[in-house]
């Protein structure tokens, strides 16, 4: 793919998280309240332990695949339920990170809208991150909605984030 593109583009490799496939292999489809798994957390948490540590290692050996065969840079979802400053917490400040704006908030008003996004921004620090929704655009979504957020991407810097209110 590298020699395809002749360097007129990145190649960005992609992973589901562990929880992610996770989610999916015992929820058996996409699941918006997630029932099954978080009770496994609370009634096997032996065996989600075990497909959560064998699914990260899975993935680990996926990332690398991918790198060796020409990934220049890999993405690896932060979904709107993980907290932004726990994230940057975690990962730390060399990792650049992607999202994760909740996709709902993108039904309530413009005011909501710039919280969320101020959140977000605040939270993942002055450096090495990309305002995103923190899983794709819902079905019915605003247009208008989406490029209020977007407009606020390009209009706030970190600065504007750390002035006295």
């Known amino acids: 793919l590298r020699q395809e593109v002749a360097g007129q583009a990145a190649v960005i490799g992609f992973v589901g998280s562990p929880w992610t496939l996770a989610t999916y292999m015992v929820e058996g489809a996409s ?9 496994m957390c609370f009634t096997a948490p032996d065996v989600l332990d075990a ?9 680990a050996s996926y990332i690398k695949y991918q790198i060796d065969n020409g990934a220049q840079c890999m993405q690896i979802g932060i979904d709107w339920t993980v907290d932004m400053a726990d994230a940057r917490a975690r990962l730390g400040n060399d990792v650049s990170l992607q999202g994760n704006v909740d996709p709902t908030v993108l039904f309530a008003d413009k005011a909501a809208i710039e919280v969320a996004v101020r959140d977000t921004l605040r939270k993942a620090g002055h450096k090495r991150h990309i305002l995103n ?8 979504t605003p247009e208008e909605s989406v490029a209020h ?7 706030i810097s970190y600065a504007d984030l750390l002035a006295p209110a």
Not at 51 to 59: C, E, G, P, T
Not at 133 to 140: E, I, M, R, T
Not at 149 to 155: E, H, Q, T
């Open 149 to 155: 957020m977007f407009d606020l991407s390009k209009k």
């Open 31 to 39: 699941s918006s309240l997630y029932k099954t798994i978080k009770t």
């Open 133 to 140: 929704l923190g899983h794709g655009v819902l079905v019915g």
């Open 51 to 59: 497909l959560l540590s064998h699914l990260a290692d899975q993935v």
